[in-house]
Structures are given as structure tokens and as C-alpha cells.
DNA sequence: GTCCAGGATTCAG
DNA sequence: CTGAATCATGGA
């Protein structure tokens, strides 16, 4: 195994200030499952075929990357958001008027939407079903090192389609996928016919993105949700999953309301970057920093129609 | 041993 | 259409 040739470490120079508990957060909080935290306190990790590693300074953020990747930093500053178009969304968020939300909001400054690719957020998602995070990066890791490319020092890009659908299912078993396992193939098998899929979603509304990705197996409304999120950038895009019901339910009220109400809501009260107000739900619910609900929304409203 | 996890699918009503 | 059972695996 060749270790990591790792060139010095380099200022990103964000648009915002991002606080190491922010920064943890945004790497490990249930978005992607491809970094880890090093023993020198940097989060290394995969995304596409780049190898990178970022931690917080007392400058601000650091990177570094694979001597003679060229394009490494381009494609770092393109994930973390750098130009700072999510820091206008977010200011823009109804954070002055709802103190949940300015209080989870300030919990985690600068909290951002990684900006995966496809590839990267729909592997992630079809093994994320009835799954903790850790576990789910466990699964990916497994994925990656058994059937993806080698990047060097052992680490390995994702696996292409082909490689999930022709592996043996001993392999896919020895990954901890249980049931996902199905899941994985069954979406390889479909796309690898599409070699241009993520050109194609890509291209649709959100609504129609999100019909297409479900249209895959084991892909159901909120990984669906997840992936237009993460893997193509719809920040208005609003995952419902057991936190943002909880969160939804004791910080705002709307207990029995149905994940579909839940969505309707959320776009509705979050608007454009309904995505990334849940994000910092999300965040907060998992931390337990969600106040009580002091007023109770009696009734769920009628149920959305389209 | 029981219960649950960034749910989806299948089936009964 | 809605609600419940089932799915494979590991950790608390």
C-alpha cells in the first residue's frame, strides 16, 4: 500500500467562519459518509476521485490534498460551498421570526449543504434505511474499499455501477448491507444502462427529479429527498426522517402530522433553502438543543394535492 | 433477550 | 388510498 503524498496545508478562504463544532457537524452529521476524523484533529475523506483533508485553524479553514492533483482544490472549494452562495440562503432563512430555528441556526454557524455529486449522495442514501450514521459509513467504506478504484494509501473512490452489479453477493454481504444489499444492485442494474443518468436527472425539475429517483429501487420519498438535496443541489429540497419528525413534532407543535404534511410544511414556513433549514434541525434534534414547542398546532392541515 | 436505527417495499383493508 | 408487517444487521 503507497502512503498519501500530501501537499502543505493551504487556506480555503470561505465566505464564512467555520467553528471546528461546525465543521464536525457538516462532515459527520448524516450528509456524507465518506470522512473520518485523523488524530491530528483533520477530517480526511473521498469525494469523486479526490483525496482530501480539511480541519479548522486559527486562520480559518485548511486543506490539503494528493501531490500533482491539480484540480483538487477547485473541486474542495465546488464541495464546501466556498463562493458563499449558501450563506446568503441561509441569512435569508425565516430565522428572525422563528427562534427555533434561529436558535438551531446558531448552534451550528456556517453550517452548509455539502455539494456531493449523484453518484456520491445515491450510494450513501440507498444504504442509509433503518440505519445509524456510523453504520452507514461503515457500509460505504466497505463498498469502496472492496469494489472502488485505488486512490493511494488505501483509500478508494466509490464503486462505479458495473462494478456493484457484477460483484459476487458474497462480496455485497460481507459489506453489512443487509437487505440494502438488493437495493444497491437493483439500482446498479438500472442505471448502468443509463451511463449519462446523472446529465439526465440533472436536467428535470426538482419534482420530476425526484419522481425519476424513485422510480428506483430503494429509493422511496425521503431518500429520494436526500439525494435531489445533497447530490444535486435542491436546497429546497425537505427530507423527512425520524429527527426532523421528532424535531418537528416537540419544537413546532405538529404531533401526528404524516412525514408528507411534515414536507409541506417545511417548504412552505422554510421556502427556497427549505433544505438547509433542515439541516440545522436535523443537527440540533441530534444534538438535543431543540427547545418545546410553547404553543401546540391542534390539527394537521389537509393533507397536500396535486 | 429486547429495542432501535437519516426507510422502502409489500400486502391487507 | 392508508396502515401494518416485513426486511438484514449491528449496537445499546
New binding site residues.
Partial sequence: MTSVQWTTWRPLRLAEDVPVATLAEQMD???AFRWSLASDGSWVGVFGRTLAAVRAGPQGLEWRGQKGATQAEEAMRRYLDAEGAQARLSEALPWRSDSVLQSARAAYPGLRILRQDPHEALIG??C?????????R?MVAALAAKLGEPLGGGFHALPSWQAIAGADDAVL?AC????????LR?TAKKLLARPRWAEEFAALTTADLREEL?S???????????VA??GFGRLES?????????ALADAYGLRGW???QLEQFGKAHFGEAAGLA??Y???AA?AGQLPRAKVSVPSPRP?PRR
Avoid at 453489512?176 to 437495493?183: D, M, T
Avoid at 425537505?238 to 421528532?246: A, R, S
Fill in positions: 452529521g448524516g450528509q442514501f440507498l442509509s434505511s433503518n440505519k445509524r450514521i456510523l453504520q452507514i461503515v454481504r453489512s448491507l443487509g437487505y440494502r444489499a438488493a437495493y437493483g424513485q428506483l429501487p430503494g429509493v422511496g420519498p425521503k431518500v429520494a429527498a436526500c438535496l445533497f425537505f427530507p423527512v426522517d425520524t429527527w426532523v419528525v421528532q404524516k412525514p408528507a433542515q439541516q434541525l436535523f443537527s441530534r393533507r
